[in-house]
């Protein structure tokens, strides 16, 4: 899978951010992206045919692994990575839109289309608690489809077709762990990065919009 959009993308969103927002972006792209292409993906890549049952029942097998892996981790990381990162298309289009507007009245209307105020203010709010929120629908979706953040290294199975309790094996279960609590651990960090920088702007436009209405009462 080609992974260029989301880097041109992470690219053009680190131009409109504040300083939180590049750090999260710098997380999202060397410590998901960069670490899910180079190592994680090739560890999941035949888990299907590693995963081995004591009993060569046909169809037994396959009625397991889906059982017990009914998403792909792999697959769900990568529409993860995918979904938490297109909110920040709503600051690159409002911006595109600010810098089009400029274009077609041929004139200056904002002293800087890519700074945070007005209206993309509130796109790059609704942007963040976009974020936030599929973050956390992805953590609630990991923890209820596979049952807690682990992988077991033994599963017992006695699902049709298999004639009675089986014991299957998953392979590497140790390495997978590994990775399994290091994306889940950043993806803690960008919840927390997202709250902060939430947080940050809507306390720092509070003070602006705050010391405004107290200059204009002195007048």
């Known amino acids: 899978m080609s992974w260029v959009f989301l ?32 190592a994680a993906e090739n560890i999941w890549k035949h888990e299907h045919d ?22 792909s981790h792999i697959r769900l990381w990568a529409l993860q990575l995918i979904m938490v990162s297109i909110p920040s298309l709503l600051v690159v289009f409002h911006v595109a839109y600010r810098e089009n507007r400029q ?3 041929n004139q200056k209307l904002y002293k800087n289309p890519g ?39 033994l599963v017992k199975c006695d699902i049709k077709p298999c004639p009675n309790t089986v014991d299957c094996y998953i392979s590497k279960p140790t390495e997978k762990m590994i990775f399994l609590y290091f994306l889940v651990a950043t993806s803690c960090l960008c919840i927390v ?3 902060s920088e939430l947080s940050y702007l809507i306390f720092k436009y509070s003070i602006k919009c705050y010391l405004k209405r107290h200059v204009r009462k002195q007048q």
Request: hydrophobic fraction near 45%; include cysteine.
């Open 7 to 38: 880097r041109d993308l992470l690219s053009g969103v680190n131009k409109y951010s504040t300083g939180i927002g590049r750090i999260w972006v710098a997380v999202v792209f060397m410590f998901r992206l960069l670490v899910y292409v180079a």
């Open 115 to 153: 700074k945070i105020d007005g209206g993309l203010l509130c796109t790059y709010l609704i942007s963040l608690i976009l974020k936030t929120g599929l973050e956390i629908v992805f953590l609630v979706l990991f923890y209820k489809l596979y049952n807690g953040f682990k992988i077991p290294r």
């Open 103 to 105: 274009k077609h009245h």
């Open 193 to 195: 990065l997202n709250l």
């Open 50 to 71: 590693e995963f081995e049952c004591n009993i060569k029942q046909p169809g037994c097998e396959n009625v397991c692994f889906d059982h017990f892996f009914p998403v």
